[in-house]
């Protein structure tokens, strides 16, 4: 008991814990903690918003080789208390508690001693303060520690006398402010001083520290970046000058020579800068110790589309020698499949730097390049690698189509990945007409089987298996449908049906009435109980345009069933939008039965449209809903690129709604 009660005593001593005596209370064994050791601590949250939690979770933090370290705690009951324990590290200075219930990045509710927070030095082995401790202890009251989450273990206060008082025990304890921690302590120290003074101040330390040749490359970097925070141009200049000097081939010389010669540069000044930026930091000497990626990866695309864009040939294909995969897709991407998309370009031309660039592209298609952009996780990295290869690889086999040079095509396409192969439509549709100009008829159905199993599968696709099939059937159709069925896995049917439920809706139709192509009016409350596809769509939205062929497979398979119907509502378009639509769809051979939202009070087309956007919470377009006895039982927004799954997908939504009773 007397032991108890003289350890509480020595407690009320320290000021740390004299704060939290008055409500919640963190004890450690001992007053002293040292590096190196394993240490335990009880928790108290009586009086705190975890008095009756019954399971409150720690977070320790960890001050250790001039960085935060944070890592959650496991606590132990122990009556009444909470209990905890963990190991100092060799090199702590500082360490922080913070306790919460629920998740770490959004608790339900949190104790950090009521924002006046849980925390203590480290001291050494010899039980001695060591260096730094005062600023560390300073920086995490003011919240500068530069780590954001170590905000929430104290709240912050720039109390002036209290950082004046920490600076001066740091100071009294160091005698000359360590390198280390110099910039932490010129933050703090500019918190005590009016401005002028401070910069004054601020330059004379700087210039002391300047003048020692040993200096590193990582103190010179941050002092020039003080500089630059203190608007010293002069200072900057200086420190810039001695880095140059003391590490020109550093990644600071590096980062202020790709500053140098790209900033506030373009056309051919940023092209000149880029290109003297690369003979100064090669990229093959870079590479021997990569870092700072992203330097390389924005000189080069920007070289890129510059040779490209000025018809530097020879320059341009140049770049591809030796640059990792992330970056030759992106040049290739942003200049070539670009040009494949939008239809701009010399085709010849494209696909010619295409078959220069492919094979570079697949030699470094597993060089992990992505990684960085992945967490550093490999499988990731790669998946992302074998998709964006899949997709350059479309665009090379749309120019070797393009050209006529399908066996170069038909090469091609078995450098695609396991999950691109045939899941995009509009590529299977390309291999058909390859394989068809290269009349090798048995790839022709393997393919179109494999498509349907994918369910990638556009008209023409299904107008030639058809063809197939009844071929091989002495001309007769019968059984086509359960053949076609069978060719798709149960499992992908139940995903589909999932994904479809999942959109089910239940949400009232206001009942309207609008003109179709003919001019003649269609009103929705004549529909009485059918089940009514409706897609919304306008000529200026391509991916309602690429879904059509989708929307006339739903209306072929329909076509003879009167209690289902399918409407086009052409809607937000502009001039004469009625004649445009019209137009457009008779001269795509589409048959689509049109209808043209009307014009709201605001004189924007989109009447119909504007009055069911609570239930889509969206404008976007393309837009579809089922509507069953006046309600919308069914909506979806988008296009996932393939005919024959949009189809599937609503006609799976159409025979779920006409099996209810």
């Not at 000025?310 to 992330?326: P, Q, R, Y």
């Not at 396991?418 to 007409?433: I, P, Q, T, V, Y």
Request: glycine share 6%.
């Amino acid at each position: 008991m007397k032991k108890h009660f003289l350890t509480k005593c020595m407690l009320l001593l320290c000021p740390f814990f004299g704060q939290q005596l008055a409500a919640q209370t963190v004890i450690w064994p001992s007053q002293t903690l040292k590096q190196g050791e394993k240490t335990s601590f009880k928790y108290q949250p009586k009086g705190g918003d975890l008095e009756f939690s019954d399971e409150p979770k720690a977070l320790f933090a960890v001050y250790s080789n001039q960085k935060w370290h944070i890592k959650p705690l496991t606590l132990g009951k122990d009556n009444g208390a909470w209990t905890g324990s963990f190991q100092i590290p060799d090199h702590a200075t500082f360490i922080a508690l913070k306790f919460y219930q629920g998740d770490m990045e959004n608790p339900e509710a949190s104790d950090n001693g009521n924002g006046k927070g849980y925390y203590h030095e480290v001291v050494s082995n010899a039980a001695r303060v060591v260096q730094g401790t005062y600023l560390v202890e300073a920086t995490l009251r003011t919240g500068l520690t530069g780590d954001w989450k170590m905000n929430s273990f104290v709240n912050p206060s720039k109390d002036k006398q209290i950082v004046d008082s920490l600076l001066k025990k740091e100071e009294k304890l160091s005698g000359r402010i360590p390198d280390d921690f110099l910039f932490n302590y010129l933050d703090l120290k500019q918190l005590t001083m009016p401005a002028a003074d401070f910069n004054v101040f601020a330059d004379n330390l700087l210039k002391k520290k300047l003048k020692n040749s040993s200096l590193t490359e990582d103190f010179l970097a941050q002092a020039q970046r003080y500089y630059i925070k203190l608007k010293n141009d002069k200072g900057a200049a200086l420190t810039e000058a001695l880095i140059f000097k003391n590490y020109p081939k550093g990644k600071t010389a590096r980062f202020l020579a790709y500053r140098k010669n790209t900033e506030h540069k373009g056309g051919d000044d940023l092209e000149a800068g880029e290109e003297n930026f690369l003979k100064a930091f090669p990229y093959s000497e870079w590479k021997k110790s990569p870092d700072q990626e992203y330097i390389y990866y924005t000189v080069y695309r920007g070289l890129g589309t510059s040779y490209f864009e000025t018809g530097k040939n020879d320059k341009f294909l140049s770049l591809f020698k030796e640059i990792d995969f992330k970056t030759a897709n992106e040049i290739y991407r942003w200049n070539l499949t670009r040009g494949q998309t939008l239809g701009t370009g010399d085709q010849k031309q494209l696909y010619a730097f295409s078959k220069v660039i492919i094979p570079y592209l697949l030699e470094r298609q597993k060089d992990q390049s992505y990684l960085i952009d992945f967490g550093n996780d490999p499988v990731k990295a790669q998946e992302n690698a074998d998709k964006q290869m899949d997709t350059r690889l479309f665009t090379h086999i749309f120019y070797a189509n393009a050209q006529g040079d399908y066996a170069e095509a038909n090469r091609c396409f078995k450098f695609l990945s396991d999950k691109g192969r045939f899941s995009n439509a509009d590529l299977n549709a390309l291999h058909l007409n390859v394989l068809e100009k290269l009349n090798d008829t048995e790839a022709i159905k393997t393919l179109l089987e494999a498509s349907v199993s994918a369910n990638a599968v556009t008209p023409i696709m299904f107008t030639r298996l058809k063809e197939i099939y009844k071929n091989e059937h002495n001309g007769k159709e019968e059984g086509y449908k359960e053949y076609l069925s069978s060719l798709t896995p149960t499992a992908l049917k139940e995903e589909m049906k999932a994904r479809v439920m999942a959109d089910m809706v239940n949400y009232p139709l206001t009942p309207f009435s609008l003109e179709n192509a003919d001019g003649k009016m269609v009103n929705s409350k004549d529909w009485g109980n059918k089940i009514v596809v409706i897609d919304f769509w306008a000529t200026w939205c391509r991916p309602c345009i690429e879904a059509f062929p989708g929307m006339q497979l739903l209306i072929d398979q329909y076509a003879n069933d009167p209690k289902v119907g399918v409407y086009m509502i052409g809607t937000m378009q502009f001039g004469d939008y009625k004649q445009k639509s019209v137009n457009y769809v008779k001269s795509k051979g589409f048959r689509f039965n049109l209808l043209h939202d009307a014009v709201g009070p605001g004189g924007e087309q989109n009447l119909v449209f504007r009055s069911l956007v609570p239930l889509f919470k969206s404008s976007g377009i393309p837009r579809k809903i089922i509507v069953k006895n006046g309600i919308v039982r069914y909506t979806s927004e988008g296009y996932s690129g393939s005919p024959s799954q949009l189809r599937d997908e609503l006609s799976t939504a159409i025979e779920i709604l006409r099996a209810e009773k």
